[in-house]
């Protein structure tokens, strides 16, 4: 499969203008079997509001992502009912190898 074939099989969402849904997110949630794992504690407004030093529980986790697209993890792959979250070079390897197998 070549990059214009592999880049229509995938859709692209900028949730900065076109935010996750409630939907969406059980979606991500029925995969990953964890808000936290979707949830980035590196965002800005994680510390600006104090959360790093509160005991947040997995709806809270939800909440958060809902209200402010920073608060997701990114970038989320979803391939067949494989999900992959994050950057780091280990999930990058990860997707890029379930995606071109």
Known sequence: MNEVELSAAFI???IKTDPITEEQLDELYNL??????????RARLYRERGLNN???GE???AELILEHYTFLKRPVIVNND??????????VAAAKEAIHS
């Open 12 to 14: 692209k969402q900028d």
């Open 82 to 91: 494989q999900i992959f979250i994050g950057n780091s070079k280990k999930t």
């Open 59 to 61: 709806d809270d986790f």
């Open 32 to 41: 990953s079997d964890s808000y936290e794992a979707l949830f980035n504690k």
């Open 54 to 56: 509160e005991n947040l």
